[in-house]
């Protein structure tokens, strides 16, 4: 198949959600022709072709996107089998959803006048009505269109916000039936082993300028404070008082550095907390780690979850209201489960428990690389080919 992708950021420092774009397309690259579209980008990989699209206006970002729609469907209305979109756009066959859809976050659980003042403000906001509309044309009930979520959590707050993307059609040769919605997870390219840690852990500190001694707890988010950074900074701060060589790598967006530094300094461990910057190569923080440590307020998978169990790093994470990926794991068994992220006293009471019951620790890291070889970036990039060839057979 001849296949258009559409992602702005095409790099793998992005987020989540570049990352699984790039995953898939080097999945995708050995057995058809992929072409990438995106404004931005960092990646080479054999026998994809790369084309930069204009980014003329970055702000307002809402402009931008429209910008981005209009350039990827002048450049990709001909010529291919199958566009598949990581983007809010109104045009392809195949929509990739990554986080939670506008009009859920807007509207979920609101009645009566809260309902009718939300949408005043949204008729208001030139932003929020492009974002709107995009979404609305996006999940529109085309034929043959497949919308592809990245957790179970995701698709239930999708089916609530749009219905119709639950929708069944039978496909031509009349076999069965299929749904316009599936669900492929993200997935992992190597599940690490039990072996000893400590050599490959104290060259990785080394590389990141960490302290070669200690508990490194590790933070992965691009935003600090809806990934719940400031929650795990308190927890920190009552965690020294029993681990006094415990410290905090923070790896994500610098720009947000400068208020969470303060925060930490405020509480006393300002000294204790180290903040990376964007990483290209994240093996070398989970290598780095002694565990992760998630107390997001949202995300619709959460990648770096994974990612750690796949190196053996116990987890401590939101639950399922919070977190998908949350959904999948049994508390206990294959990670820790936090009820109230924003308690650092509970984030603390957690991690404690990680670092101290040597029966827990050993627990979390066996079932979480069992949960992760379960969940491989191959497996993912052939239920993207089956999907892809279902929905060519349609047209």
């Given at each position: 198949m001849r296949i258009a992708v559409l992602s702005r950021n095409f790099v793998a420092t992005g987020?989540?959600?570049?990352?699984?774009?790039?995953?898939?397309?080097?999945?995708?690259?050995?057995?058809?022709?992929?072409?990438?579209?995106?404004?931005?980008?960092?990646?080479?990989?054999?026998?994809v072709t790369y084309h930069r699209l204009p980014a003329r206006l970055q702000r307002p970002r809402w402009v931008n996107q429209l910008l981005f729609a209009w350039c990827s469907w002048r450049a990709t209305r001909h010529g291919f089998d199958i566009v598949h979109s990581h983007e809010n756009v109104w045009h392809g066959n195949v929509q990739t959803v990554h986080v939670l859809p506008v009009k859920y976050s807007l509207l979920a659980g609101r009645q009566g006048i809260r309902r009718t003042l939300q949408w005043l403000r949204i008729c208001t906001s030139p932003r929020l009505l492009t974002y709107m509309w995009l979404e609305y044309k996006r999940f529109a009930c085309v034929p043959g269109r497949r919308i592809v979520v990245t957790s179970s959590a995701l698709g239930e707050a999708m089916q609530q916000a749009y219905p119709q993307t639950t929708q069944q059609f039978q496909l031509p040769d009349a076999s069965h039936a299929i749904s316009a919605m599936a669900v492929i997870t993200p997935g992992v390219d190597v599940v690490e082993g039990t072996d000893d840690r400590k050599p490959a852990q104290r060259s990785a500190r080394s590389r990141l300028g960490l302290p070669s001694e200690g508990t490194c707890l590790l933070f992965v988010g691009n935003d600090f404070r809806k990934k719940g950074l400031p929650a795990l900074i308190g927890a920190l701060a009552q965690l020294t008082k029993t681990a006094p060589d415990i410290f905090l790598a923070v790896v994500g967006n610098p720009a947000q550095r400068g208020a969470m530094q303060v925060f930490a300094e405020e509480l006393g461990v300002g000294q204790r907390v180290y903040f990376l910057g964007s990483l290209a190569k994240m093996e070398w923080a989970y290598s780095a780690a002694d565990c992760l440590v998630h107390p997001t307020l949202q995300d619709a998978y959460a990648m770096v979850v994974l990612e750690?169990?796949?190196?053996a790093v116990p987890v401590v994470?939101?639950?399922?209201?919070?977190?998908?990926?949350?959904?999948?794991?049994?508390?206990?068994?294959?990670?820790?489960?936090?009820?109230?992220?924003?308690?650092?006293?509970?984030?603390a009471r957690a991690v404690d428990t990680v670092l101290t019951q040597p029966a827990v620790q050993a627990?979390?890291?066996?079932?979480?690389?069992?949960?992760?070889?379960?969940?491989?970036?191959?497996?993912s990039g052939m239920a993207h080919q089956k999907l892809f060839e279902e929905v060519l057979a349609c047209r």
């Open positions: 987020g989540g959600a570049e990352r699984y774009a790039i995953a898939i397309v080097e999945q995708l690259a050995a057995r058809n022709e992929v072409h990438v579209y995106a404004q931005n980008i960092d990646h080479a990989f054999p026998g750690a169990m796949a190196h994470v939101s639950a399922a209201r919070y977190c998908g990926i949350a959904a999948d794991l049994q508390d206990g068994q294959e990670a820790m489960l936090l009820e109230h992220p924003r308690d650092a006293g509970q984030i627990r979390l890291v066996s079932g979480g690389l069992a949960f992760a070889q379960r969940h491989s970036w191959e497996e």
